[in-house]
């Protein structure tokens, strides 16, 4: 059988996680590419926003809350929006919250993200555990404790 060779094995050492995020194009609000080597050994909530989402925002307080109380079980939060630098850079600077905002040059269809606020979460291994749609209590008791043991 003949056929080209397209690297695919390269493309199956890549974990679920890094797959997702290479589809996404990553920059910081620097507008400086994202190397997402930073993230490797870590665990992971990917979380999918908009400044306009208001689900997305009130989210938000939890999400900081519980990435202070999961400082010691290794794990990154990371917000992706795939509206223009501007905007996120400005929601951010307003809001003041302690999280890592970083925006997408695909869209968030194009990684199949549908509906906001959509949130991943891979274990160190890259690979996703769970995919929750819609808004979340992060930091209550019944998260943290199931987060904790991932």
């Not at 194009?25 to 490797?40: A, T, Y």
């Not at 769970?130 to 043991?149: A, H, P, Q, R």
Request: charged share 25%; aromatic share 8%; hydrophobic share 35%.
């Amino acid at each position: 059988m003949l056929g080209c060779n397209s690297n695919a094995s390269n493309k199956s050492s890549l974990s679920e996680m890094e797959s997702l995020l290479l589809k996404s194009s990553l920059v910081d609000l620097n507008n400086r590419k994202v190397d997402i080597k930073f993230l490797k050994g870590n665990k992971v909530i990917l979380n999918y926003w908009a400044t306009w989402c208001q689900p997305c925002i009130k989210e938000m307080p939890s999400l900081v809350e519980a990435q202070k109380k999961l400082k010691n079980y290794n794990y990154q939060v990371i917000l992706i929006s795939d509206e223009n630098l501007e905007k996120i850079s400005i929601f951010q600077s307003k809001s003041k919250y302690d999280l890592n905002f970083i925006k997408s040059i695909k869209s968030n269809e194009l990684v199949g993200v549908y509906s906001l606020p959509t949130t991943h979460i891979f274990n160190e291994k890259g690979n996703k555990i769970e995919t929750i749609v819609g808004t979340v209590d992060w930091d209550s008791d019944k998260m943290i404790n199931k987060l904790k043991l991932l």
